[in-house]
């Protein structure tokens, strides 16, 4: 039974293409009320009085809470939307026409939007308690300081603030029957909700059950426990009701939290031949109103020198708050950041040096693997140069520069050739399986991986079929649900597979090993295993009858594992290939291949799906995406309207491969990680391509993303090109 | 008021408030594949097709759609595409996936080129594929 490495369908998407899968919203328990939320429309102002007297008295109206559960902390509100009361009502139209009758007096203050004036002496502070909005400044240092390049290069690099976007907006279901608080939550963390939730409203943890319904994306969005989940929660609680809330789009946008938004100011040593030998710089976050996002600017500090054998580097993480939405993971949480500094950095060396990007990445990344990097980080296994040629041969990176060439030459079309290379640190924490042999041999799995879109019941199905020898068909996973599955992490970090199916492996192994006991009774020798049926001395006994003596003993089939993952390292090339319109400035992807050396790929079809999708939002990143806010604190790109999602219009053609000589990770499945690498790898790629394209009649440098039509435009007819 | 609609091929006769929308009235008679991703009109999640054309079901009041025929993924005619999306992995956390499949139903009959399959579905947004599964399962 061969299923690891076989490009299979998803088991998901059976209900899902009926129509039958159940998000949050499509959850009505009966009797249930609609919460609202009385949000401010001030990014920043002290909250002077509530008055919900008309609230109260509207149609349908149930319930009001402004006091408790408390909103607005300290009397503040801190960035625009924040809520400060919320309503119940027994119908969503009378909710909306109920909260327009709220009045709520404010004292508005000024608001600080630009992380550079937080950090100001006498800068409006966000958070009084702290005394200066810089909420967290740490050094990371390390190597050898004695080697210094020849030549020194400063810059500066800015990656802009993008709102993550899943289609489903945030939600949340809780019912309190008496005895048992159920919640069910568009998350990704469903254990970290019940124990958030059960801490805030002082209950045993046993009270308290949290089910992750099909969840309609997230890319870290959801990885935090949101003040709504507790509201929710607290308000069914008291009244032992049920109670509902659905983001709209707005208030989506404007209280999950956005991504992205660092600078790097640096400054760094390179040899004449182009090896860069020494990095210093900061990293600037611009972690909005509460510090969420704890971690993200140290990861994109820890991993700055990528997959460079850099001699010294030392950066400082400052993350600063300002009055915009709270900043937290999306898709690569710092190493996006990370990839796009240094890949930018190598290839302004190049530029600066005359030498060419490829020669530049070939004398500088890691020969040796396993390697610490100058932070202490140990990249597990690989061999980065060999894969990065054999990468660029098989994409037909020079093949592709040339037509570009030629296009230009002949055609006058402006086409741009990119490419990125990235070194991602992916996985932590423990992941825990119970197994379960069923009285008919067919087997049940329960994890706390929480996939939402990724199709980790389909892989996990596969690797458990795999390791066992049955067919996969007999193979179900169980998932989402705290009352059923043990206490784990969720998904996050391109772990799940690794962490998650590591302690799957152990799992079979382990109910193998009980399984062969139970085998050697009923044969009365020690039996070999094969393909669900034990053998010895020319008897055999099917796994299925195995499993009903152990059940007729009173023995449960059932195994439960602990896996503690450490981090493993992804590497691989990305190329983007863009065409610009000269008239316009706007950029068309036309075709993005991808290289990776994730180790073991346990199903290259769901695999290549998060290539393709990731590699869209990194695209977008670098094209599209910026959350802007007026000076007043107004989040401007607050709708779908107002803030560009690509459309199938603006997607590049895709071509995935992943190495054929990979280098598996330690971990049982020998997986390293494949959900955020595109996003990590397009941006920088991107970039780079359209770099490329304007180098046809003008010498640009693009420093940021989104690089916009108007910077391009400007670039192309040398009216502002761009050098940094 | 009252209104009557066929839903995939089912006669419904129903009072509507004459303010709620297509998509909240569809969703409460329990077509919950129709999901709603917006309020500006803009992510085509809700689509569905009204007499045989894509629309989208939160730009249009209930009402509009008296004696209408509207058709959403539920529908039995939709399997070979479903086949089909199931083999290219065309959807991954399927929000959008019901719109998709419904825009992918029209566009079979109508669309003759690659670019217009792209056109047409450059009205539903997907956050999680890279559309080209999609295409290609179309
Ligand atoms: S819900 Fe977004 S277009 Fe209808
Ligand atoms: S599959 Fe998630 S939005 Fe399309």
């Not at chain 1, 030498?355 to 990249?379: A, C, M, S, W």
């Not at chain 2, 009557?4 to 303010?19: A, T």
């Amino acid at each position: 039974m061969k299923y690891v490495g076989k490009p299979t369908p998803r088991v998901e998407d059976d209900v899902i293409l009926r129509g039958r899968a159940t998000y949050v919203d499509d959850i009505e328990p009966p009797g249930v009320l609609y919460a609202g939320f009385v949000r401010s429309p001030y990014p920043h102002a002290r909250v002077i009085k509530v008055d919900l007297t008309d609230v109260v008295v509207a149609k349908g109206v149930v319930a009001v809470f402004s006091s408790e559960p408390p909103f607005a902390l300290g009397g503040k509100v801190r960035y625009q939307g924040e809520a400060v009361a919320m309503v119940l009502a027994r119908d969503r139209y009378l909710l909306q026409d109920a909260l327009e009758k709220a009045v709520v007096e404010y004292e508005p203050l000024p608001p600080v939007l630009d992380m550079y004036e937080a950090m100001k002496p006498g800068a409006p502070l966000v958070d009084e308690s702290l005394g200066t909005n810089v909420v967290y400044d740490k050094t990371y240092e390390g190597g050898d300081a004695a080697l210094r390049g020849a030549v020194v290069i400063e810059g500066r690099l800015s990656v802009r603030r993008v709102i993550p976007s899943a289609m489903e907006p945030r939600g949340v279901v809780a019912v309190y029957d008496g005895n048992m608080l159920t919640i069910w939550t568009s998350t990704q963390v469903p254990f970290d909700v019940k124990k958030e939730v059960a801490s805030a409203l002082n209950l045993p943890l046993s009270s308290v059950r949290v089910i992750q319904p099909y969840v309609g994306g997230a890319f870290g969005s959801k990885v935090l426990v949101y003040p709504e989940e507790i509201y929710v929660a607290a308000a069914a609680y008291r009244l032992t009701t049920a109670v509902k809330w659905t983001a709209t789009r707005s208030e989506d946008f404007k209280t999950t939290t956005h991504g992205r938004a660092m600078d790097l100011e640096y400054k760094v040593g390179v040899s004449k031949d182009g090896r860069v030998e020494t990095i210093e710089g900061v990293i600037y976050a611009d972690a909005g109103a509460y510090y969420w996002g704890e971690g993200l600017v140290d990861t994109a500090a820890r991993m700055l020198t990528g997959p460079y054998d850099v001699k010294y580097a030392r950066v400082r993480a400052v993350a600063v708050l300002t009055n915009k939405t709270p900043l937290g993971a999306y898709r690569g949480a710092g190493r996006p950041e990370a990839t796009f500094f240094i890949e930018r950095i190598m290839d302004r060396v190049a530029d600066e040096l005359g030498l060419d990007p490829v020669e530049v990445r070939k004398k500088n990344l890691i020969k040796q693997l396993p390697h610490t990097n100058p932070f202490g980080i140990t990249y597990d296994t690989g061999n980065y140069i060999a894969t990065f040629e054999k990468a660029l041969e098989k994409l037909g990176y020079f093949k592709l520069k040339k037509w570009a060439e030629e296009e230009w030459e002949k055609n006058k079309r402006m086409i741009g050739v990119g490419f990125s290379t990235y070194v991602e640190i992916t996985t932590f924490g423990h992941e825990t399986v119970i197994m379960r042999v069923e009285r008919d041999g067919s087997v049940t799995v329960y994890t706390a991986l929480a996939p939402h879109g990724q199709g980790l019941a389909t892989a996990l199905a596969q690797i458990v079929a795999e390791e066992l020898e049955i067919p996969m068909e007999r193979v179900r996973v169980v998932w989402g649900d705290t009352a059923h599955v043990p206490d784990g992490v969720g998904t996050m970090g391109s772990r799940s597979i690794t962490a998650g199916g590591s302690a799957a492996i152990l799992a079979v192994r382990q109910m193998k090993s009980k399984l062969a006991e139970a085998a050697a009774e009923v044969l009365k020798c020690q039996p070999e295993y094969k393909e669900g049926v034990f053998h010895c001395g020319g008897k055999s006994v099917e796994l299925r009858d195995v499993v009903k003596h152990m059940y007729k003993k009173r023995i449960q089939p059932i195994v439960e594992v602990t896996y503690r993952a450490e981090a493993t390292f992804p590497f691989g090339v990305h190329i983007a290939v863009v065409e610009i319109d000269p008239e316009t400035g706007f950029v068309k992807p036309l075709i993005y291949k991808s290289y990776d050396d994730v180790g073991v790929v346990v199903n290259p079809l769901l695999a290549a799906g998060q290539i393709h999708g990731g590699a869209l939002q990194g695209i977008s990143q670098a094209l599209y995406e910026e959350a802007i806010y007026d000076n007043a604190g107004n989040l401007i790109t607050q709708n779908l309207a107002l803030y560009p999602l690509p459309t199938a219009v603006e997607a590049p053609v895709f071509e995935v491969h992943f190495a054929e000589e990979f280098h598996p990770s330690k971990h049982p499945t020998g997986t390293k990680g494949v959900g955020e690498i595109a996003a990590i790898a397009a941006p920088p790629a991107v970039v780079n391509a359209v770099e490329d394209a304007v180098r046809k009649t003008s010498r640009a440098r693009f420093c940021k993303t989104p690089i916009t039509p108007e910077e391009i435009y400007n670039a192309i007819w040398k009216i502002a090109p761009p050098l940094c | 008021m009252k209104i009557s609609l066929k839903i995939n091929g089912v006669l419904h006769e129903v009072e509507v408030e004459p303010r709620k929308l297509l998509v909240h009235l569809l969703r409460d008679l329990g077509y919950k594949s129709v999901k709603v991703g917006c309020d500006t009109a803009t992510c085509g999640v809700c689509t569905v097709l009204l007499n045989g054309r894509p629309v989208k079901s939160c730009n249009l009041l209930a009402v509009q759609t008296d004696g209408a025929e509207i058709m959403t993924v539920e529908h039995n005619e939709m399997e070979s595409l479903r086949v089909s999306f199931k083999k290219h992995h065309a959807s991954q956390c399927g929000y959008c996936t019901s719109a998709m499949l419904t825009i992918a139903y029209y566009l079979k009959k109508t669309a003759k080129t690659r670019e217009e399959i792209v056109e047409g579905l450059s009205g539903v947004l997907c956050r999680c594929t890279g559309y080209q599964n999609i295409i290609e399962a179309i």
